[in-house]
């Protein structure tokens, strides 16, 4: 199984940047992914990394460290709609391939 | 559809009551899975679908709770005789298929209140 690990909240200014990370633990890894979580909304998918390394997306990337068992999302030049919750997931190998979710990190953006 | 769709939205419930949700998951999405969300807390996994079978149904939180899928498509989670600890969102998600698990399309779930 897996264990994963990240901060509950975090606050951040509009307009700056904002690193969230996730630690986890697991037998065989096949990959991370981060969603985002609007109040009240449903997760939408964000990121995958199954390399080690960085992601860019647009103003978000996402990076990875197997051997360190990490994974950051980093989120530039802040907006307010980007208050929301933030979800690390991690797929194991073998098995079912379902990813299991940590318990997000809850950021708030304010001005 | 466009998008995973999910009804009721809103369910209140009383307790000891049975609860059918239904999803009906992207037009060609093979995968099919059920996530419970509980206030403040991340998501729980309770099932898959890889087309009509489910291959483990461990998540599943106790006897109470069963869900199946029909035509590679629609696919209801039953709640029998609901507690108050049953209350919840649930969400259905979809992907193409079992390997692209992770990218998954989630709908809007449906909030249950057990009174």
């Known amino acids: 199984g897996q264990n994963i690990d990240q901060p509950t909240e975090m606050t951040a200014t509009e307009g700056a940047i904002v690193q969230i990370n996730c630690t986890y633990q697991t037998s065989g890894f096949n990959g991370l992914f981060w969603y985002q979580q609007h109040a009240g909304e449903a997760p939408t998918f964000l990121s995958y990394?199954?390399?080690?390394g960085l992601e860019e997306k647009g103003r978000f990337s996402s990076f990875l460290s197997r051997s360190k068992g990490y994974s950051y999302l980093l989120l530039k030049e802040l907006q307010m709609k980007d208050s929301a919750s933030y979800l690390c997931a991690v797929r194991e190998e073998g098995g079912s391939y379902i990813p299991t979710f940590g318990r997000g990190t809850s950021l708030i953006v304010h001005p | 559809g466009a998008g995973v769709s999910q009804s009721p939205s809103n369910k209140v419930t009383e307790k000891g009551k049975d609860v059918e949700l239904r999803c009906d998951p992207i037009s060609g999405h093979t995968a099919l899975y059920w996530y419970r969300q509980r206030l403040g807390q991340g998501l729980e996994f309770l099932i898959y679908?890889?087309?009509?079978?489910?291959?483990?149904k461990s998540g599943l939180p106790s006897d109470r709770f069963s869900a199946e899928r029909t035509g590679e498509s629609v696919s209801t989670l039953t709640i029998q005789r609901t507690q108050q600890e049953d209350s919840a969102v649930y969400l259905c998600?979809?992907?193409?298929?079992?390997?692209?698990?992770?990218?998954?399309?989630f709908g809007e779930g449906s909030r249950l209140t057990v009174l």
């Open positions: 990394n199954v390399l080690d």
């Open positions: 998600a979809s992907s193409l298929g079992l390997l692209n698990a992770g990218e998954l399309f």
């Open positions: 679908f890889q087309g009509n079978s489910a291959p483990d």
